[in-house]
């Protein structure tokens, strides 16, 4: 599939100097970029996730750009929301608040478009109960995946700086088995998940070194939901 890093660097140039005009709707550059990236895209074919969404295409030109990307293949659009708690989000710079996101939810899904929820488990000063309420969160949200993304610890950033300092601990690989089958269980059985752990590179990885091992981390845990009859959504409620 095409990287960000394949893109030429002229179509920034583009995208910053064009603006095209179709009758009386005004189609900015965001969309013809959208759509010729989306064109080279198709050729790899394959499911396409969009990482970053601009926000100009949540306002009028968006009902262009979903038809567009709804013309050949579905699309998913990711969103970075890890939790749901300001203080958490102040401390890792998330960089928007919560009624952000939910913005950004109601606008795709008035689009018809994907979404999936990017979730980090073990986040500092986060306790299971504070990321189960993330969970419930969602579980009432119009999103129809998620991934719940392990912390990592990575070499030259702030975050490792704390944890060197002994500011937090990471989980261990039991406290991380157990923290995802519960998240597991109180999850709507209609959302996708995309992801139950993460392997950092292992040349800035500092913690939890165990998390480098990622199909020993998804043997065990099917082991333990085999052998504790767990399955998504066991203790989901509904809405």
């Not at 295409?57 to 293949?73: N, P």
């Not at 998620?146 to 601990?169: C, E, M, N, P, S």
Request: aromatic content about 8%; charged content about 20%; glycine content about 6%.
């Amino acid at each position: 599939m095409m990287t960000p890093a394949m893109i030429p660097p002229g179509w920034c140039r583009w995208r910053r100097m064009l603006e095209l005009q179709l009758g009386s709707l005004r189609l900015s550059i965001n969309v013809l970029f959208l759509a010729s990236l989306l064109a080279l895209m198709l050729a790899d074919g394959g499911e396409i996730a969009l990482w970053c969404l601009a926000a100009s295409l949540m306002h009028e030109s968006g009902h262009v750009a979903a038809a567009l990307l709804w013309w050949r293949q579905p699309v998913w659009v990711e969103l970075g929301l890890q939790t749901i708690h300001a203080d958490t989000a102040a401390y890792i710079r998330r960089g928007y608040p919560l009624s952000t996101f939910e913005t950004a939810v109601q606008k795709l899904h008035a689009r018809h478009l994907e979404i999936i929820v990017h979730t980090i488990l073990g986040l500092p000063g986060e306790s299971p109960e504070r990321m189960l309420a993330t969970i419930d969160y969602l579980n009432h949200q119009p999103v129809q995946g998620i991934k719940l993304q392990l912390l990592h610890v990575l070499k030259g950033t702030d975050l490792a700086d704390d944890y060197l300092a002994g500011k937090f601990q990471t989980l261990s690989r039991e406290e991380y088995l157990d923290l995802l089958i519960s998240c597991l269980e109180h999850l709507s059985p209609d959302l996708v998940i995309h992801r139950v752990t993460g392997d950092g590179p292992k040349d800035l990885l500092i913690a939890p070194l165990w998390s480098a091992n990622k199909r020993m981390v998804l043997n065990s845990l099917l082991k333990k939901m085999k052998q504790e009859h767990i399955f998504q959504g066991k203790f989901y409620h509904g809405k």
